[in-house]
């Protein structure tokens, strides 16, 4: 397959895997009516999705097995063995694939106490000078960036046959949502937990970066309650030297996942820091009500779209009707979500602010008629 044809299999494996199991079937058929090749790609892939989770969707656990039991990655005449040295660092097992890599749990195979790590190394088949370059640029970004809730680039290097890859912080953890429902987190607690996860986001962008791709999935959250933000790969440099030497929009205009891109991502024109706001916000809706603001079934990126431009999604309150939710936090969550990206939260910065204030102010006025401390038991 060529890259473009890789690219596509992923967008419609990605799109499946937003929508309910029983759905999927029907959406991959008339996603890739009359294109067999296609067809069998993708459900290759979604049979694999059934043994093993990605790297991104699924973290391996401590002990090296995938988070929801024993089970291993199906096998790939494309992945490496376990005990294969890249370098100084030795092969555990395979985590996935992404879109263009795979990711490895390896270890430092020279250090007294080994320490696990995340290997991202491009794959054979996907090492086009476009993925080449993309990776390249990851890893500057990784290099660049340095927040403790950002996961650290440690090393990179390549293999004799010269696919590049590189080493990063092994994250354990569960992906943000997840972790709320199995914690049964009150209100206050998703809140802070979403506010602690804005400040990467915001590092990122003082340091001219669009990460292009925030989503459960790649947002981890470990036993510490730190949430950790992953996956750079579709990130965005902003700086005038960077972009000179950058792909087109266009070329990566199928590599994001549709129910949290905005509206410009989807369209393939201009990405700026508002379309980090305006996944942050699909993300918090999701927190706040187990549900994603637009309905994806069946839906292309550009039905998608469409929605989002014609029609503004149901206030959180509506959907969960949680009184808790009326008034500052619909508005919030309402103008992270706007179209135009001008009529969004200028930062991540200001989208934490007014969530911080609108708690502050909703706790006050609990105690000032005496209902202080009830909140999180009627959450």
Known sequence: MTEASWQEVWEIFDQALQVAPEERAALVQERCAGNPRLLEAVEELLAADRVTESFLDQPVA???RSGSGSRSPAPDAGVLEAGTRLGPYRI???CGKGGTSTVYLAERADDIFPRRVALKL????????AVLHRLE?????????????????YDGGSTDEGLPYFVMEFVEGERIDAYCDHNQLTLDERLALFRKLCEPVQVAHQNLVVHRDIKPSNVLVGADGEPKLLDFGIAKLLSPEAAAGDE?????????TPGYASPEQLRGHLVTTASDVY?????????????????????????????????????????????????????I??????????????????????????????????????LGGRLDATN
Not at 248 to 256: A, D, E, G, I, Y
Not at 310 to 320: I, K, N, Q, Y
């Open 279 to 331: 996944s942050l916000g699909v993300l918090l809706y999701k927190l706040l009500t187990d549900q994603l603001p637009y309905r994806l079934e069946g839906r292309s990126p550009e039905a998608i779209e469409a929605q989002q431009m014609e029609s503004e999604p149901l206030p959180p309150s509506a959907v969960v009707e949680r009184k808790q939710l009326q008034g500052d936090l619909d508005a």
């Open 137 to 153: 640029t990851e890893r500057r970004i990784l290099a660049g960036l340095d927040h403790p809730n950002i996961a650290r680039l």
């Open 248 to 256: 087109p929009t266009q070329t990566l205009h199928r590599m994001l």
């Open 62 to 64: 401590s002990d090296g």
């Open 333 to 370: 969550v309402l103008k992270a979500l706007r179209p135009a990206p001008r009529h969004r939260y200028s930062s991540v910065e200001q989208l934490a602010a007014d969530l911080a204030f609108s708690r502050s102010t909703a706790d006050y006025l609990l105690l000032e008629v005496g």
């Open 92 to 94: 555990l097992k395979p």
């Open 122 to 129: 491009v794959r054979p088949e996907m090492a086009s000078e």
